[in-house]
């Protein structure tokens, strides 16, 4: 069978359109990835004394009676474990919380993600999720007292 040379033509041209559309979203994607990592790499720098802190203060809450005890009875009318230490809307961020589970494990939470708590294990895995400008007004609601009219708020909803 002979296939006139103009249609073997353009289905070169469509093969090489495609092979330039997929080396492009290959870089495109590299491209993505890179900036995703860069922007991990800098929260942690950034953002790492600040949730140092976070789980020190939580580390002493959970090690006094009265942190138990207060932990224990978590976040009334909620399916949520434990309780909020930071609940606020944050500009140009939406809302952030972060709290402690029963067990003592720190977890967080944002407008978007599902509204499901995010468990983080260490500083560095809360540096490298959470805007290193959330975990500074955090720190500055532990370090103001402002933490606990914010458990309280959230114990008696």
Known sequence: MKIPKHLMKL?????????REAREATIEEWIRKA????????RLKNGLEYAEKIFDWVRKLRNTPEGKRLIKLGIKNSYRDGIYFFDTHVSGFGWRGLGVSKKGRIWWIQTGCGCREQYVKNPEELASQIESEILK????????????????ERMSD
């Open 11 to 19: 289905a070169d041209e469509i093969e090489a359109a495609k092979r």
């Open 137 to 152: 007004l955090a720190c500055e609601t532990l370090k103001g007292g402002r933490v606990w009219k914010c458990i309280a």
């Open 35 to 42: 900036n995703q990592r860069l922007k991990i790499s800098e």
